[in-house]
């Protein structure tokens, strides 16, 4: 699969992304960079202990990196977390959330280890 | 790329492009940036704000940009700019946020601190390159004025002290008297000025402004150019008619100020107004031209008028010779020279023992630049330091660097303000520690190196160290590689100003001694052994055992061992068959006293052992005798011993030993191979022991 075709599958925006980052080869080394972080299982640690601080800084950072990246589906969902968690709560609907963002996590991650290698 | 990147000491190369500063929690974010400005830029990443700090602070002036994130752990983006606010860092190093947050809050609160712009996310390539490249440009412009402004300010004092020292000499040129009357007045104005702010709260002056009052002072007597010159040069007593002429320089002199006072708002120039009106002034109202008292006269011509009394007094006139120093100082606390303020007498007699060697030395040449420097340095302080003195700032971290770099030494520097201890790159890797470690009183890395007993020995030394006496050398060990080994540390605080007593940072180095301190111990070893025994000799025991009976209220026992017959052993056995007696013996004899008793070998066969007495305590020490005894080689090993008590026999170690010595003469006599203890009737006997020996 090239990069193009994986951001059309997972939602994603690849002819703004490429615009701003250069080249598809360095999309595809930042994509696997942001899938070392780990930052879905250190969000749903964070959640599991309650540990609200940090589920916000996790979820505004992943948001981050998605913005960065292009991966509007992904980002989506993870602002909408971060917003819930903004107050210093984990609120009711966390759990909800979570799953819509690993959700999202999860295609962008199968997606990513079919990529073509970069030519 | 970034993990070369997060250990920020790492290889930085050393050429000329700009450094960045990289600051943001998520990994792939500095990664991204890193990519994007590389290689263009050096790049240096911090993953926290505390980290950033230190960076900034190892770096300071290198880094020509930082791009912030704000949300972070440990401190935040926003602390990271309070904390280079504090620092006054915010003005030389522009910040760039780099936050998600889009809020208007957040980006108004970093703009608030200091930030100069913010790069939205997500990231556009083209975009970063720019507004980084912008900012550095626009920065490294602004500095460049900077520099030219502060080179104008110097320029200007340069200027002002010229002209003031022309007038100066004018004046001085005509009262026929040498050029070092002003210079003097100058030298004794800052002294006194100096030891005024140690001494009280009550006249708070920076150095600039004393530089300022220093250089007024060289105009106090610029009235005396209206005065003539038969008056001012008399070389006798001048008439009551000629004084009032003479008094009216001070107000002649004010004029002269006033008037340029009128077009020009000078503070040098009003300074020097009241210096010169009001240096004849006296604290209790008894002075001239207008009887000020107490505090209404001026600081500064309070202080000239002290400084004019006292180099009057001490330097040759036309019509008086100079007193010396002695004299002068008790006239001027006698009163006999017009009352001063209690402070400034207090701070003359604290001065006092200095001021004429001061004068002596002070050159010219000296005062002036310093004098420029510190009129300078307000007005410089108030902007930013110059480009030009944060080039010399960093040559000399350079020049600092490399000499590090160089020496196998570890060397260390510390600041109170970031509690952050630094170390040079070879000395880290030769302690295995990191270059940074903060809170180094609480590390724990370090105290495994250092023993905090250590640490604060070395803490207090550099507390008590001084402007005048500023090392501290001291040894300790380190934990280095799995050894301990001996290092000597030599170190000095480094204080704000060469004056004030408020410690800013240490500097310092660790140099292994380690042999050195080993042959050291090994030397000090041989000076109190014997060499064939390994037993003390006489000299170190007797300085161990003296402490003991200084202190009453315990028994002690000295006595005095003799091997029998010994000589007939060397004669007929050979002297090597005698050494190895003579070690047996030592071995015996040490074996046979408890581990709280001295034994030494003070003789060619003799020996001492001093006891602290067990009850009963004839018998128990008839029994060492008995145990000491023995065959060797078929030699049968027979000795002699003589044994006096304290306190019976005596308290002091010349007394129990000179009667050891004689019970030990009386056992010889009595047939050898006994132990006796001194009686009163061994009294006249002679000493056993050979004149050498003893």
Not at chain 2, 273 to 299: A, K, M, Q
Request: charged fraction near 25%; include cysteine.
């Amino acid at each position: 699969m090239t990069t193009e075709e994986l951001y059309r599958q997972i939602g994603g925006d690849y002819a703004d992304t490429l615009r701003r980052l250069g080249s598809s080869e360095r999309i595809q080394r930042f994509l696997s960079l942001f899938l070392r972080e780990d930052s879905c299982r250190a969000l749903a640690d964070a959640l599991r202990e309650g540990r609200a601080e940090d589920a916000f800084r996790v979820a505004h950072s992943l948001k981050g990196m998605c913005l960065n990246l292009g991966l509007r589906a992904l980002g989506a969902a993870a602002d909408t977390m971060t917003e819930a968690l903004r107050g210093g709560r984990i609120p009711p609907a966390a759990d909800a959330l979570y799953a819509e963002v690993k959700r999202a996590y999860d295609q962008v991650e199968a997606g990513t280890a079919l990529l073509d290698a970069p030519n | 790329m970034t993990a070369a990147g997060e250990r920020g000491e790492e290889k930085v190369a050393k050429t000329k492009t700009d450094l960045i500063l990289i600051v943001d929690d998520t990994e792939m974010n500095r990664a991204l940036l890193a990519d994007m400005l590389t290689p263009t830029y050096r790049v240096l990443e911090a993953a926290d704000g505390q980290r950033a700090i230190d960076l900034l602070q190892q770096y300071q002036s290198e880094i020509a940009l930082v791009l912030l994130d704000i949300v972070m752990p440990k401190l935040d983006g926003f602390e990271v700019l309070a904390v280079m606010n504090k620092n006054g860092w915010i003005g030389r190093i522009p910040v760039i946020t780099i936050s998600a947050e889009t809020a208007s809050t957040y980006i108004d609160h970093a703009y608030d601190l200091g930030a100069v712009d913010y790069i939205s996310r997500p990231f556009d390539e083209r975009v970063v390159q720019r507004r980084v490249k912008n900012t550095i440009m626009l920065y490294s412009k602004q500095r460049m004025l900077e520099g030219m402004v502060a080179d104008q300010i110097v320029e200007k004092e340069r200027n002002n002290y010229l002209m003031v020292e022309i007038l100066s000499n004018i004046v001085e040129f005509r009262n026929g008297e040498s050029g070092l009357h002003v210079l003097h007045i100058r030298t004794l104005t800052d002294l006194f000025l100096h030891q005024l702010q140690r001494t009280t709260d009550r006249y708070p002056l920076s150095s600039s402004q004393i530089a300022m009052m220093v250089n007024a002072s060289s105009l106090h007597d610029v009235g005396k150019i209206s005065i003539p010159e038969q008056i001012l040069n008399k070389p006798g007593k001048l008439t009551a008619e000629e004084f009032a002429v003479m008094q009216t320089h001070s107000a002649l002199g004010a004029q002269i100020m006033a008037d340029a006072l009128q077009r020009h708002r000078e503070e040098l120039l009003q300074l020097a107004y009241n210096i010169c009106r009001w240096h004849h002034e006296r604290y209790d109202g008894g002075g001239y031209p207008d009887g000020l008292r107490g505090d209404e006269i001026p600081i500064e011509a309070q202080v000239v008028a002290l400084a004019d009394v006292y180099d009057a007094l001490t330097s040759v006139r036309v019509y008086k010779p100079a007193y010396p120093h002695q004299q002068a100082m008790e006239m001027i606390l006698g009163g006999e020279c017009g009352a001063f303020n209690p402070l400034l007498l207090q701070c003359l007699c604290q001065v006092g023992p200095r001021l004429e060697e001061e004068l002596r030395l002070r050159s010219p040449g000296d005062m002036a630049e310093q004098s420029i420097l510190a009129l300078s340095s307000q007005a410089l302080a108030a902007g930013q330091a110059s480009s030009r003195t944060l080039t010399l700032l960093e040559q000399e971290r350079t020049k600092y660097q490399f000499f590090a770099a160089m020496s196998s030494e570890i060397q260390f520097e510390y600041h109170y303000a970031t509690d952050l201890l630094s170390m040079s790159e070879w000395g880290a890797r030769q302690l295995a520690l990191p270059m940074l470690i903060e809170d180094p009183a609480g590390d724990r890395q370090l105290a495994a190196v250092l023993d905090p007993a250590d640490y604060r020995d070395l803490q207090a030394k550099l507390r008590a160290a001084t402007p005048d006496c500023p090392i501290v050398d001291a040894v300790y060990q380190l934990h280095v590689q799995g050894q301990k080994r001996w290092y000597k540390a030599l170190a000095r605080p480094l204080w704000e100003d060469e004056e004030s007593g408020q410690m800013e940072g240490v500097i310092g180095k660790f140099v292994d001694v380690h042999e050195r301190q080993l042959q050291l111990q090994t030397l000090q070893q041989r000076a109190e052994q014997d060499s064939l025994t390994g037993m003390l000799n006489h000299a170190a025991a007797r300085e161990r055992i003296q402490p003991y009976l200084a202190q009453s209220g315990r028994q002690y026992a000295v006595a005095l061992l003799d091997l029998d017959h010994f000589k007939e052993v060397n004669d007929r056995l050979g002297h090597m068959f005698g050494d190895q007696v003579l070690q047996y013996t030592a071995q015996r004899v040490r074996r046979g006293v408890r581990a709280g008793d001295i034994t030494a070998r003070i003789g060619g066969d003799e020996f001492l052992l001093f006891l602290k007495c067990r009850q009963p305590v004839e018998p128990v020490i008839r029994r060492i005798f008995s145990g000491l005894g023995g065959k060797f080689h078929g030699f049968d090993i027979a000795m002699s011993m003589g044994v006096a008590l304290c306190p019976q026999d005596g308290e002091d170690y010349e007394t129990l030993f000179h009667k050891a010595d004689q019970a030990l003469y009386a056992a010889k006599k009595a047939g050898k191979g006994r132990c006796l203890f001194y009686e009163d009737k061994m009294r006249d006997l002679l000493s056993a022991i050979s004149p050498i020996d003893r």
